[in-house]
């Protein structure tokens, strides 16, 4: 069986999603042949590097413009003028398709779902066709050619609920949950961990993602940061800067101005997630699809912050809903916030509680089960 997973490089989750699907599917099938490969690199590289560098420094720069972008292109003109687009480029990725013959065809991301749903719908190609939404709030961009989609899988049963509203075959959507890499299935030596990063197990832990190397915000995450060294005095947190140099000196400014070396500790890249999301007991981050997965299935209460217009934003409101999260607001004072968050011990076991609710700790191993078995 030939298997082609195609993603796109608009921020991390859509890659990490398709690698951990790659991953199992290698690791746990027989007789399959499968690739993964960057759908809009393929078709334009040129088109490809200039809107990944657009996505990233409107991120960076102008994320209202780009959750203007979101919102516009579910309905509208741009709406259209994205799909007429993807149906150009997938005459280019047409070529591929009958180069590598696939039975099925798995995308993370809705261009990759729009081309070839569009091309199997002009008879082009038979391949049975996989999208896997990795947010946790839907955009009707993923269903653009539903009828020539074979399978859905979505965070939870509200988008499941959403898709079938849509018109959409129940028995093609499945709340399998994102996709999550088997790292937060292990189990780790706690003890060891703490001690390589000299901390107290017997002391709550804070893991605080600064956001990355696009610098998210980084005023308002370094006064946020500020706010927890300051007031979590008897707490110990991990501060992750990313590939950020500016935030990880800013970081270790504030450490530096409170005297917090014995209980704070500033990486500025780490590939320890897994290890350290499971000695902690929150979790301070952007709410990406990826790292709110990761989170969930680690049971760990959520503090979001800098949340991305558009996709970010819903996935912000959706875990505040679910009593899984706080947001802090631009508008808040961060220590009301933390006083309200802490002033009870109950309430982070609440929130962890509810985690378990949502957290799909098998998703991968299930989204591979269903495609293989039917």
């Known amino acids: 069986m030939k298997i082609l997973i195609f993603y796109a490089s608009y921020g991390g989750g859509h890659l990490n999603a398709a690698k951990s699907i790659h991953e199992c599917l290698k690791s746990n099938y027989d007789n399959i042949d499968v690739e993964l490969i960057d759908c809009m690199k393929y078709v334009n590289k040129t088109i490809e590097k200039m809107t990944t560098k657009a996505y990233n420094e409107m991120a960076k720069k102008a994320p209202w413009a780009w959750g203007r972008i979101y919102s516009d292109s579910q309905k509208g003109p741009l709406a259209h003028i994205t799909s007429r687009s993807n149906k150009f480029m997938a005459i280019k ?7 590598k013959q ?32 990795t947010d946790f709030a839907p955009h009707d961009q993923w269903l653009v050619g539903s009828d020539f989609t074979d399978y859905y899988f979505v965070a939870h049963d509200k988008m499941k609920a959403y898709l079938i509203s849509k018109g959409i075959d129940e028995h093609k959507v ?9 790292r937060f299935l292990k189990s780790y030596d706690k003890e060891k961990i703490f001690a390589e990063l000299n901390f107290k197990p017997d002391k709550k832990t804070i893991l605080f993602f600064g956001g990355g190397e696009f610098g998210l915000g ?19 947190i991990i501060a992750i800067a990313g590939k950020n140099e500016k935030m990880r000196l800013a970081f270790e400014k504030v450490v530096l101005n409170y005297q917090a070396k014995e209980r704070v500790i500033v990486f500025e890249y780490t590939t320890q997630v897994p290890e350290f999301m499971c000695i902690s007991d929150l979790v301070v981050t952007k709410p990406g699809g990826l790292t709110t997965t990761e989170s969930l299935a680690s049971h760990l209460p959520m503090v979001i912050i800098n949340p991305i217009p558009g996709q970010e934003e819903e996935n912000a409101e959706f875990l505040e809903s679910n009593g899984i999260a706080v947001w802090i607001r631009k508008q808040d004072n961060v220590l009301e916030i933390l006083e309200n968050l802490f002033s009870h011990p109950d309430n982070l076991e609440n929130m962890k509680e509810h985690t378990k609710k949502l957290a799909k700790l098998h998703s991968t191993q299930d989204i591979c089960d269903i495609l293989l078995k039917n």
Do not use: W
Not at 93 to 99: A, S, V, W
């Open 93 to 99: 990725l047409l070529k591929l398709l009958r180069e």
């Open 102 to 133: 696939p039975d099925l065809i798995i995308s993370t991301h809705p261009f990759g779902s729009q081309m070839c749903s569009y091309l199997k719908r002009k008879g082009k190609i038979i391949s049975k066709i996989a999208t896997i939404m």
């Open 174 to 182: 499945f709340a399998t949950g994102i996709p999550l890499s088997n």
């Open 218 to 236: 980084k005023t308002r995450t370094v006064e946020i940061f500020e706010g927890f060294v300051q007031y979590c005095t008897d707490m110990q």
